[in-house]
Structure formats: structure tokens, C-alpha cells
């Protein structure tokens, strides 16, 4: 198969090539008028660009078909132009061994329509057993909860921190950390942390009434904290650090100050936090409630920055679907964190590298960078001789409403909802096919 007449992003900039894919690699790239009509998907016109990779959803499968499965994710990821999902450990049991992992690897692939890896979790009872374990099973790293309790009787990472329940374990602090670093740092795998400090959620801790109480009870101090202290343990401990989800000025502040210490330490936003604040919680409500909250205009701002200067090197969704009821039919207080994403996150990172003026922002951010991050280059992330040809042709003169009948996530609400992208995905090639059917592959680093 050839795809001629497309704008191709390049590791080396836009190019106007023909891509020539065989056995689901791209095998070379000529320029335009090489192919002949036979094998020829026309591209004219269409931007072509390396399949997007989302190092962070939450498939909440195995455990809650209700909220999303590896199907509906999948399609959903597939639909938004992603082409590889790396999904977070906290489905149920939790992925905190390699005999849970080679489980869910087996539950995936017989519905994946997009490639897909997977975070192993660590905990504060995990063993150096466990993390080699589950690097060996081809986990692409491990994810460390600083705010989330474990519950042993259901194997379950929770969203609070009781911690008088003899049945709960503590959220992993810095002590689990600098005890199992030296063993992640063998592995050479990066350990994601979810970086709200446990102490001030405890000191912060209020009645949730209204959302400026969200952001009172985790306030970003907590992350910038947290941030400063796993980066000097990256750094006392050589292990790469990936920060989830960073949220606030003050975060980026601590990863300003992490430059040049030498520490490996990589840091990934979201659409939510770049695009909204906490002035959009009047007309959002309780579909703003995520962790880390989403916060000021000025922290959006700061993000933004950040993101353009490359101290934040790469956009993920965290894609974290609950119901209807769990997130709408409720209070502030009692709604459960986080929304669906998946399927929004090249829409919104193109147009934020057309406000900045070079598309190619967005493909490090989406693409190149996660890839190289989570040790998949240049299988992934990029259009080159020998990659994967995952392929996503876009239409830059055609725009895209993000309603609800756009979504196929099985959770039909979004913060996005109603709003109009510039661009328009056209196809979508997962390793040289036409994405749809399940045949998803487990990809290890
Ligand atoms: C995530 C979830 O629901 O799994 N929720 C969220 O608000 N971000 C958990 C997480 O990523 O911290
Ligand atoms: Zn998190
Ligand atoms: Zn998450």
C-alpha cells in the first residue's frame, strides 16, 4: 500500500511524500507522483502523522464494564486518531504482579482495536520481586499513587487515605520510594508518580461545599512538594521519574528547579489543564472534579508555558470514564475523580500547536516524546523507514465538534462537550490497516 499526496510529519519536519508500507512497517518514503494507481490511497491535501500514544488512560478494565472496557476504550482512542494506549494499573485486582499483568494482557488483546502497554503498579507492600516480576512481563514501568490507599481484601487502589482501617495499606510516601528505587532504577524503566503529597492532603483536608473547597483540600503546594521530592529521589537514585498529570504553576516550578541536576525526570500535562479553570466550574460543575483539580487561569497559563518552552515535554489524557451517576447524579463531594479523554487529545494538541504556529508541536507532544519516554521509539512515534505505520490523516480545512454523538467512550459526557476543533481526522491505520477491527498488540519497551 502507498498513502501519496499527504503532508508527512517527519521526525525532520513536514514533508510531501508518498509512504509505502508493507508488512505493517513503513518500508520507504518517496516524493510525491512514485506510486502507482493501483496500490494508491489518495492523501491529497491531508496532513499525515504518526499514530498518537496516550501514556495515560484507565481502562477500568478488568472490574467496572460499567465505566469503560479495553472495547470501548479502544474504539474511543481509535476514533480520536491514538493508535497506542498505555493503561494505568488501578483496574481491579490492580496490576501489582506479573501473573496480574499476564492477565490482563490476555483480557485486552481479545479487544483491543488500537495497540496498547501497560503500567504495573507499586504499592507499599511491593517487593523487589514484584517490580522485577512485572518488568519482565513487559510492563512499560511502574505507577506510584502518593495521595491512594490500598485495600488488601479487594486488591484495590482507592481514591482516599483512611488510614485507621486495618484492612487499608498507606499511600506509598518517600520511605517505599528510596527503599524500592535502586530496584527500579535496575529495571531502567520510568516510575510514574501521581504527585499530590499525602501529608497535605491530610493538613488540607475540609468539607467539600463548593469547588473553590476542591481546591483548598488539594491545594498545589501538594504538588509542587511532591514533585521536589521524587525529583530528588530520580536523582539520588538514577531512576527516570515520570510525572503524571501535572496540574499547577507551582509544579512546574519544581521541575524548573530539577533542570540541569541531572535527574531523569520527564513530565506529562492534560487537555483539561490547559484548556480549562476553575472559572469554568459554574458551568461544569461536577464534571470538573478530577485529582489533581484542575485550577486557576494563571496555572493554565503557567502550563501552557511550559509546555511550549519543552520543560513539559508531553500531553496525556488520563482518560479516567465513570458513570453517568458517579459523576453527574451527585454531589461535589461525593462525585467520583476524573472524565474521558482518550478521544479528544489530538484534536485539542493541534490546535494548540496551530495557535503556536508549527504542527509539529503537537507530534512530540502526542507522539515523539512518549514514545522516546516510555523506551517504544522509533517503533513508535514516528514516521520513518522501519516504523510501526501507524497513521493518522487529518484534514486541516474541516472542523470537528466534540458532542456527545462524536464519543465512543462508553461515558457520553465530557468537559470538551460542544466545542469545535479545526481539524478533522480523515483515517486511521493501525500498523498499515485501516483501524477497527481487534487486533491490538501488547506493546513492551
Ligand atoms: C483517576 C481514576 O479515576 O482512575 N482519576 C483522576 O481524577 N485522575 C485516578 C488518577 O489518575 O489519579
Ligand atoms: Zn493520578
Ligand atoms: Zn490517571
Excluded at 156 to 169: F, G, H, R, S
Excluded at 391 to 396: A, E, G, K, M, T
Aim: charged share 20%; with cysteine.
Amino acid at each position: 500500500m502507498v498513502i501519496s499526496g499527504g503532508t508527512v510529519y517527519t521526525p525532520a519536519g513536514p514533508k510531501p511524500l508518498d509512504v509505502y508500507v508493507t508488512d505493517g512497517k513503513i518500508e520507504r518514503l518517496e516524493a510525491w507522483g512514485s506510486a502507482s494507481d493501483d496500490l494508491r490511497v489518495d492523501a491529497t491535501g491531508l496532513l499525515i502523522l504518526p499514530g498518537a500514544i496516550d501514556v495515560h488512560v484507565h481502562s477500568r478494565d478488568p472490574g467496572w464494564p460499567e465505566k469503560e472496557t479495553f472495547g470501548s476504550l479502544t474504539q474511543a482512542a481509535a476514533a480520536g486518531g491514538v493508535t497506542t494506549v498505555v493503561d494505568m494499573p488501578n483496574t481491579l485486582p490492580a496490576v501489582d504482579s506479573p501473573e496480574i499483568l499476564r492477565a490482563k494482557v490476555e483480557r485486552a488483546q481479545s479487544q483491543a482495536v488500537v495497540d496498547f502497554a501497560l503500567w504495573g503498579l507499586l504499592r507499599t507492600g511491593s517487593t523487589q520481586a514484584a517490580i522485577e516480576g512485572l518488568a519482565r512481563a513487559g510492563a512499560i514501568g511502574f505507577k506510584a499513587y502518593l495521595g491512594y490507599a490500598w485495600r488488601h481484601s479487594t486488591r484495590q487502589v482507592l481514591y482516599t487515605m483512611d488510614l485507621d482501617d486495618p484492612d487499608l495499606e498507606v499511600p506509598p510516601g518517600y520511605r517505599t520510594l528510596a527503599r524500592l528505587a535502586p530496584v527500579v532504577a535496575s529495571t531502567k524503566l520510568p516510575l510514574a508518580t501521581h504527585c499530590e503529597d499525602p501529608e497535605i492532603l491530610i493538613a488540607s483536608s475540609q468539607p467539600i461545599l463548593s469547588y473553590q473547597d476542591v481546591l483548598r483540600a488539594r491545594p498545589a503546594i501538594a504538588e509542587g512538594i511532591a514533585v521536589a521530592k521524587v525529583g530528588a529521589l530520580a536523582e539520588a537514585h538514577g531512576m527516570h521519574i515520570h510525572i503524571a498529570h501535572l496540574s499547577s504553576a507551582e509544579g512546574l516550578a519544581a521541575i524548573r528547579r530539577l533542570a540541569g541536576s541531572g535527574s531523569n525526570v520527564t513530565v506529562e500535562t492534560c487537555p483539561q489543564y490547559l484548556w480549562l479553570s476553575d472559572e469554568d466550574a459554574p458551568r461544569l460543575g461536577t464534571l470538573l472534579k478530577m485529582y489533581p483539580p484542575v485550577r486557576t487561569a494563571a496555572d493554565r497559563a503557567a502550563l501552557r508555558e511550559g509546555l511550549m518552552r519543552g520543560q513539559i515535554g508531553m500531553v496525556a489524557t488520563d482518560h479516567a470514564p465513570h458513570t453517568d451517576a458517579e459523576k453527574l447524579g451527585t454531589s461535589l463531594a461525593d462525585a467520583a475523580p476524573g472524565n474521558p479523554g482518550v478521544q479528544t487529545l489530538l484534536l485539542t494538541c493541534l490546535e494548540l500547536a496551530r495557535e503556536a504556529g508549527d504542527l509539529r508541536l503537537a507530534v512530540r507532544w502526542v507522539s515523539e516524546n512518549p514514545a522516546k519516554t516510555l523506551g517504544i521509539f522509533p517503533r513508535k512515534g514516528a514516521i520513518q523507514i522501519g516504523s510501526d505505520a501507524d497513521l493518522v490523516l487529518i484534514d486541516p480545512n474541516l472542523r470537528t465538534v466534540a458532542d456527545l454523538a462524536w464519543m465512543r467512550s462508553k461515558q457520553r459526557h465530557t468537559p470538551f462537550d460542544g466545542r469545535e476543533f479545526g481539524f478533522r481526522i480523515q483515517s486511521v491505520y493501525l500498523r498499515g490497516e485501516p483501524v477497527g477491527p481487534v487486533r491490538g498488540q501488547f506493546v513492551t519497551p
